[in-house]
């Protein structure tokens, strides 16, 4: 059985400085990438620009699944995601507060709402204690070394 010869891409990347590494098309000198829009292929039709980007091509006849999986498509952002929420632009920010410029009054009171919220959402364990059993017990144990 007789091997075929992998014929290359002729094209001459000159930002690469390299050949094309894809396979070129039967009968051709290039890939479908490089080959003149005029050409078309017996199986996969005419090839035609892309709409989202000029800079690539694809098969007339696989244009819709091209759209849905070329990378120049806009993407929706996910949710958790805001356009140029750490930009810094001063006319997006919204009555920026100092704590100079805040009275005492209003400063201690935001303390006390601070204080209050957090031992209501935060309780501590009622069995944490210095003089409990359990605590006793873990520091009478070796590996910690000797107590002050």
């Avoid at 920026?96 to 709402?113: C, F, M, N, Q």
Wanted: glycine share 4%; aromatic share 6%.
């Amino acid at each position: 059985m007789e091997q075929q010869e992998i014929r290359y891409c002729s094209h001459f990347l000159e930002r690469k400085r390299r050949f094309c590494k894809m396979k070129a098309l039967p009968g051709l000198l290039v890939c479908g990438e490089h080959c003149p829009l005029e050409v078309e292929d017996s199986n996969k039709g005419r090839r035609i620009q892309c709409p989202l980007d000029g800079s690539h091509t694809c098969f007339a006849t696989k244009l819709e699944s091209h759209l849905k999986k070329c990378n120049a498509r806009k993407k929706e952002l996910p949710v958790y995601c805001s356009t140029n929420v750490n930009s810094g632009h001063a006319s997006e920010l919204v009555n920026k507060v100092t704590i100079a410029s805040v009275s005492d009054e209003e400063l201690i009171g935001l303390l006390e709402r601070i204080r209050s919220s957090y031992n209501e959402l935060v309780p501590l364990p009622q069995s944490w204690s210095k003089e409990s059993a359990v605590f006793k017990q873990e520091l009478l144990k070796p590996e910690y070394g000797q107590m002050a």
